[in-house]
């Protein structure tokens, strides 16, 4: 069980505009994902997820085509 206040990591529109930055052009969907046992935004864009830190904010990388 991973527990956090979630008032004090970005939000899920933040993440969109960080993958955006990084090349998604629209975000499909935006789910919380886990990787590393670290939380994640998953912003999905086409056929690609860009992965984006809960916490931080940090955009982590890019999968898919």
Not at 25 to 54: C, M, N, Q
Request: proline content about 2%; some cysteine.
């Amino acid at each position: 069980i991973y527990l956090c206040f979630i008032f004090f990591w970005i939000t899920k529109e933040e993440a969109q505009a960080i993958a955006q930055e990084n090349g998604a052009k629209t975000a499909d969907r935006t789910i919380l994902g886990y990787r590393d046992g670290k939380p994640i935004w998953e912003v999905k864009s086409g056929t690609a997820y860009y992965l984006v830190d809960f916490e931080t904010g940090d955009f982590v990388k890019m999968e898919g085509l």
